[in-house]
């Protein structure tokens, strides 16, 4: 039943090269956990550690932790519903309505900053220098061929400016990182507005997406950190959910809906 | 088949105050997420927003992302190899594999330390100002009366001190959060030690669980925060799975050994 | 970190001992998997197999496979939702949407079949044959001194009788199995709505508890078997959710309540 | 954030068809559950119903049965070990240690039943009737060119046949439904095998992939019914674990291996 089984597999060591324990000390990624990194790093600093093998300079410190905190809360999303209804039947299992709440973040939420990361890195492959305007112009044609939606602008309710797009810039350029992603990324939204003929600014997701490209995240990465950032947000959903419940409205409302009999009577 | 229903339920409304997004503006627990989050506060800060409520002082702020980073990474534990080997099954789907390894957070892991926070937080509930000796040679002698270990102290590695231990109740010191709940702490693993004739150092658990009382963290709030830092550590194991995979070794090695006719053959 | 860990751990061979496989048969709980299961049994007796060890009888067949069709289906309880809201960000990962489902089978839903069966198997834990009206005033009693419900009896939409508990009894009788636990299920739902005044008829939460501990299944393990139900369910669920979907609806109407501003707007 | 949320959204009634629920009367998929169902019907016909929208005839039921059967168990699998490990860490919440177990049914295990079923049923999507054996030729070719192995042939440890697939085989021309499909599975192999110069029999995955298009079952709904099973086979995994526990080995193995320092003391 089984695909990969039928690789072969030489017999390789059980071995993880991210931590190190001995009797008086562990090493995390290369840094002694109590005397380098307790007390000395913030989450997001341990986040870029974790992620890249590596500290991130200050610079990269302020811009990776400016995007983690962009992506901890966004409101009641179909993630936060599921985990808010999953704690209601098992409240005493913290655990499972969290993982509920990761389960949707897949290829239409948060994975999106993976399309618009992919999208950057694919059209800026080349080693060579290349001249960004041809390539924003042939992204957008592409797209309009395909009659598809450019992913990284646009936005339902920030119509003119999302301000969450505009500040990741904005630190992005203070802190040395506004490069070529940065960008290509402002050229696309330029020139689609101008094909399309109707605003389309830059949103939280296009932001996001160029600002990892710039930190040297490859784009299959992005989901991960958005997994670490959502796991903050819904964890304070089921906080609240605790103390001033909706997950049973939602339910009776949608069951009551449902059933004919029952709202007809 | 619901015993929730059972409650009569009115008609509330549905509504989270966690945000509040309008046309040109985000507000997240009261602050503007642009202007006053993104490239303000970092990810430690914005977890302590989204639980307490309010931005944590710069002593909290240091403490509080001491006690994050203290639970990121534990190397090969239960969790991360149920997240390596989910990981096996499905590699598209990512959340799946991060979602698996928090499933095991739950009693006996990470969640221990919502038991030190408990029997500290109980231990000292009164308001008016209690001696702690008695109480930490109370908390010895109920916990011996049932044979029962007490949690927070010994280690079947860091057997004379937890670096990791150690290292926070230096930092609550430092940041003026050396409190009552640290002491007796300190009083429990004394009392022990002398009760039972061995070394029983204050572990990582016992550290965590006195300086997150110290930072008026409910107990019951002490999984969230594992759970949020866990992620990050999850992560990154899966990162090292996809570019050095052990999970199938590990599957191979006890199915293997499991078929008798296999492993005589 | 670690509870499980203080306890002394000696070098246990790692084996299962549910199937083995050789070259040329499968033989799962002592069964040929191909000669004698495949084909001959239907899925609830191997479920049967599978949890008890043993093939079921004719009538224990046809009995556990009654239970097990009773919990497959429950129209848009909260764990169908959950599933459906995970669905819409991940539908290319199926499994997780149908691990979201199941996330929420815990304390206050399916997991009170459980209750039922505690209840019922501590009364009647004495192997010596007890009389079953004095059992069944002393449980009202007991919960109703506690101003507790009691677990089994009553329901929101059936109030006279629950159409399932009836049948459910029903075959537990022609099948041989409507024993010491059915009958006492069955006198502590007469003997609530004599002390309460009002008709609490056994539910199907009731009738499942019972005719789990006619079946001989420690109360403990009626989870497993909702859950193995519940799956069929919530992936039927999807299915639909795919083809006529609602969790956008359930997302987009919550927000908008919540959002003052776009609810104003 | 959102893909989705772009697209328009008319304000669609919550509505799902799977049941219809009244003071008297549950129906699922049409039928009466209590009248009906309850007591009449198999789990696998449960099944069936509600994948379907229809109940099976007899021979669907026991060729459906059969599938299921075949599916519930497959020994110490990855699924299993993330389970057991799941369980380790909180016993006390079975749904999270059995969602962790479905988690990782994705593109690489049992998820294969969908790529031979894909296989199959776009090679025959033509109305018109096809001969088969240069629609097998082909399809071997394919395959090989891009030097992939083809999705349901060939095992590791049952070289020669594998008893399951043969049964199943057995079944479906037993029941009538040994059709176009189950003809070119059959083709397929032998293709192969003359192709590649040596036994390349069909395997569990391949018969199931095939019984499920002659049920006339999409591809796209293979993997749900390979989630079906697996609980089941997960449930007893766990029940196995609770009483012959081999996480914490699997685990301490894991990181004494790993942790260099402890493996050279």
Request: proline letters at 5%; aromatic letters at 4%.
């Amino acid at each position: 039943m089984t695909r990969a089984r039928r690789k072969p597999v030489r017999d390789v060591p059980i071995r993880s090269r991210i931590a190190r324990t001995s009797r008086d000390r562990i090493v995390v990624r290369g840094h002694n956990l109590a005397t380098e990194l307790i007390g000395k790093v913030d989450l997001g600093e341990m986040a870029f550690l974790m992620l890249r093998g590596r500290l991130p300079t200050e610079h990269e410190a302020r811009l990776f932790n400016a995007v983690l905190v962009t992506l901890v809360e966004h409101g009641l999303t179909p993630s936060v519903l599921a985990a808010r209804l999953t704690y209601l039947g098992s409240p005493e299992a913290l655990q499972a309505a969290v993982a509920a709440g990761l389960l949707g973040i897949g290829s239409q939420f948060v994975g999106t900053t993976e399309d618009v990361a992919q999208l950057l890195q694919e059209a800026l492959s080349e080693e060579a220098p290349v001249e960004l305007e041809p390539v924003a112009r042939d992204v957008v044609a592409r797209y309009r061929s395909r009659a598809a939606a450019i992913p990284g602008i646009g936005h339902p309710l920030h119509k003119t400016a999302d301000p969450r797009a505009k500040r990741l810039f904005d630190i992005a350029d203070e802190e040395g990182y506004g490069g070529r992603y940065v960008a290509l990324m402002r050229l696309i939204a330029q020139e689609a507005e101008r094909a399309l003929g109707r605003a389309l600014p830059i949103n939280a997701t296009g932001a996001i997406g160029a600002v990892m490209s710039e930190l040297g995240l490859p784009w299959h990465d992005c989901r991960a950190v958005g997994l670490m950032a959502r796991t903050i947000g819904v964890v304070a959903h089921l906080q609240e959910e605790r103390d001033h419940p909706i997950a049973m409205q939602i339910w009776l409302r949608a069951e009551a809906e449902s059933s004919s009999v029952r709202s007809r009577s």
